[in-house]
Structures are given as C-alpha cells and as structure tokens.
Nanobody
C-alpha cells in the first residue's frame, strides 16, 4: 500500500508565501505523474498543478506566475511553492500520485488527506 501525507499549510496574509510538501511512502517502485489539487468550501475540487516524472509541469491559469510545482524523485516527495497568495487561494490542498509498485504492475492513483491553506488579513 501507498500513503501520501501533505504538510506545510497554515494561515498567511495576502501577498505572503507558503511551501507545501507531500511525502509518499509504502511499496513504491516509481512514481509517474504527481499533482496538487484544491477544494474551497462550496466549490468543486480543481487541479492546481501537475508534474511528470521527468519534470514537465502544468498549471491552472489562476496560479500561473505565482505557484511552482516541483518534485524530488529520490525522496518521493512533491512540493508546491506558493507566492503572492490571494484570499481566493484559500482551500484544502491535496496531493495525488500515480504509483507503480511492482514490475509488470499497473499504475495506481493515490491521494493524500489534505492540508488547509488560509489566506486572510
């Protein structure tokens, strides 16, 4: 089994910064894509940023130029650097990972339990 644990959330003022981390553990041969998602109260979950195994990235328009997704494959860890935070960034942030656990096995998607980010004056 595989577990993902997010950390780094908290309360920050508008214009501030936070860095989120997501550590994957368990039976992991390698991880393909990883991503950050968020869900604000009363809204559907949205994909914020994704990163491939080789480092290719993609972002939702609302965070382009402000957020940076990265990963450390040796540590099976995902990061999200969030700068110039806005109140509308307030949400629970979740990480996901597509994990291969054995040779010949199929990739499976796993999710963390989330970390709260609150941007407020």
């Amino acid at each position: 089994q595989v577990q993902l644990v997010e950390s780094g959330g908290g309360l920050v003022q508008p214009g501030g910064s936070l860095r989120l981390s997501c550590a994957a553990s368990g039976t992991i041969l390698w991880i393909n894509a990883m991503a950050w998602h968020r869900q604000a109260p009363g809204k559907e979950r949205e994909l914020v940023a994704s990163i491939g195994r080789g480092g290719s990235t993609g972002y939702v328009d609302s965070v382009k130029g402000r957020f940076t997704i990265s990963r450390d494959n040796a540590k099976n860890t995902l990061y999200l650097q969030m700068n110039s935070l806005k109140p509308e960034d307030t949400a629970v942030y979740y990480c996901s990972a597509e994990v291969v656990s054995s040779y010949g096995g199929v990739p499976r998607n796993y999710w963390g339990q989330g970390t709260q980010v609150t941007v407020s004056s």
